[in-house]
């Protein structure tokens, strides 16, 4: 499947110093990781930069197995593959003979006992028979006398067992033909146009035009499973059901735009393109899906589908209005679904925790280095079950350094005692007199409320503060937004010439790279001008 991408220009800033390299973090996770790995990149660029997704928390494999048996159409595939069993008559198809078509619906529950079964029960019984051929939970041979029969496959007794590998496997190949069935059925309207006309058939520019809806049908389905990935990962626990409604907008609207009329006509189309596709893939329980209400088609003509008033406005809607137009789910199953297919594609799709295995050093440099990670998730996996003090003694070891990635790994540091809380304190105590991490340990014991916290020193509370800015300017990727609220909260005195006077002399090797910040973003143009003459001071003593 192909991974949407948003632009994400962040300006680059000295990896090492002296050294043009893109900083460590030029990703929000607020944009979603739609963004490039790479910055600066002009509109020829785009098809060559790296498409970054989101790390998501997966159940274990056997409870992703469990949930995937108990999807109703999976289910009876393989309950009619058992009942093939030791071997059933079919026709030359592999369908099943019209008289075991009935009782195969009653064998799922979905026909009487006694008398005749409602044609839809039979039908949802031979679909659920052509996912358990295409799936080999059953197979099809000739006998000697020429009849064709069906038997169980060699996958069906440890699917049945509930082997996780095996189920899985089966489970991902059945999503994959639902999700090229619903495509098919998308496009299929062009088709019937088609098939009315002699001509057309043999016409290539019409068959073109086929191929070209299908291809549309799918990059949009693509699209949308896309967004709901990205949206479940940053999403509160019970907050991941999505409206129809926004997932179409954020397809359809441009990031930063407000929808114009026109837009508001585009995510009305993409919403009733998307609902039959999204209603096939709930079957196989990659989607919990209400769809579209189809008595909202039916009412006056000039109320829109989209919730619209009058006035053109949006309209305010209760809770149980709303869901009339299309709620949207993403399951824990179709987050694996997903996921797998990204892998298959070619992408990094890391799972929460991958950087949380190692030791604090390992942690924290994975945690710096990498683009697309939830740094507080990682951090709360490593800290699960450690002892907090020791675990904070281990943070502390791993934060010290003057390498680029160093002034990361002690905000990350600070993170992870934040979420320890008091009990770190002890260790927190012990490294006040250390001039690397004193300035930081004397503020998180202030901000614990922690009582006689002797001040740092002079050298060390001013080596603190550009520590702590270098560590913003890496983690925002010089997001000038983000930078500027930083740079207006710098503690630059009355007297700018001298508090930045200090300010250079600190030996740190992000000092210079800090100062330039201060001169091109300060609000304040003496401020801005000391911080620049201040940079190059800073610059020249190296």
């Known amino acids: 499947m192909a991974a949407r991408r948003r632009r994400n220009a962040g300006p680059s800033a000295a990896g090492t110093p002296g050294e043009g390299a ?84 009653r064998l799922l529950g979905l026909a009487p006992e006694e008398g005749d079964g409602p044609e839809e029960a039979v039908v949802e019984a031979m679909r659920a028979w052509s996912l358990a051929c295409d799936l080999d939970l059953v197979e099809i041979g000739t006998t000697a006398a020429g ?143 209400r769809p579209i209400d189809p008595e909202l088609f039916d009412e006056e003509e000039g109320e829109e589908p989209t919730g619209a008033g009058p006035d053109g406005e949006p309209a305010e809607l209760d809770e ?25 594609d070619g992408y990094d799709a890391p799972l929460v925790g991958d950087l949380a295995g190692g030791d604090a050093a390992e942690l924290l440099r994975g945690v710096s280095e ?19 003090v020791e675990a904070a003694r281990e943070l502390l070891e791993a934060a010290r350094g003057n390498d680029a990635y160093a002034p990361m790994r002690r905000m990350l540091c600070h993170s992870a005692l934040t979420l320890l809380g008091a009990p770190a304190e002890p260790a927190v105590r012990e490294v006040l007199g250390d001039p690397e991490l004193g300035g930081g340990a004397a503020s998180w014991l202030v901000a614990l409320g922690a009582a006689d916290v002797p001040a740092p020193d002079r050298a060390t509370a001013l080596w603190a503060v550009v520590d702590a800015f270098a560590a913003q300017l890496l983690d925002t990727g010089g997001d000038p937004d983000q930078l500027r609220e930083l740079v207006a909260e710098l503690p630059v005195t009355k007297d700018p010439a001298e508090y930045l006077g200090e300010l250079w002399r600190v030996d740190h090797p992000y000092t210079a790279d800090v100062l330039e910040a201060v001169g091109e973003m300060h609000p304040d143009r003496a401020v801005a001008k000391e911080a620049r003459k201040a940079a190059f001071k800073a610059r020249s003593k190296g």
């Open 320 to 344: 149980a209005e709303s869901a009339r137009f299309g709620l949207v789910r993403l399951t824990p199953l179709g987050q694996y679904g997903i996921r797998q297919w990204l892998l298959e």
């Open 22 to 105: 893109v900083l460590p973090a030029d990703l929000e996770l607020q944009d979603l990781y739609g963004a490039f790995a790479a910055h600066g990149l002009d509109d020829e660029d785009l098809d060559d930069a790296a498409v970054l997704v989101p790390p998501v928390r997966l159940p274990a494999e056997t409870e992703l197995a469990a949930l995937a048996k108990a999807v109703p159409m999976f289910d009876w595939a393989l309950r009619l593959a058992r009942w093939a069993a030791p071997h059933r008559a079919v026709d030359e198809f592999g369908d099943l003979t019209a008289p075991d078509r009935l009782p195969a619906a």
């Open 147 to 289: 009849e064709h029969v069906a038997v169980p496959g060699p996958d069906l007794e440890p699917a049945e067992e509930g082997d996780p590998e095996t189920v899985l496997e089966l489970w991902l190949t059945a999503a994959g033909i639902v999700r090229e069935l619903a495509v098919e059925a998308d496009s299929q309207e062009l088709e019937r146009e088609d098939d009315g006309d002699a001509e057309a058939e043999e016409d290539e520019e019409g068959l073109g035009e086929v191929e070209d809806a299908r291809d549309e049908a799918a990059e949009l389905l693509d699209e949308a499973l896309q967004v709901l990935y990205e949206t479940t990962a940053f999403a509160e626990p019970g907050t991941e059901t999505v409206p129809l409604g926004v997932l179409a907008a954020l397809l359809v609207v441009p990031e930063g735009e407000e929808p114009s009329d026109e837009l508001l006509g585009d995510i009305t189309d993409v919403m009733v393109a998307l609902d039959p596709m999204l209603a096939d893939l709930s079957e196989l329980g990659l989607l919990d899906y």
């Open 370 to 388: 990498a683009a697309n990670v939830l740094p507080e998730e990682e951090l709360k996996v490593w800290l699960e079950g450690r002892e907090p």
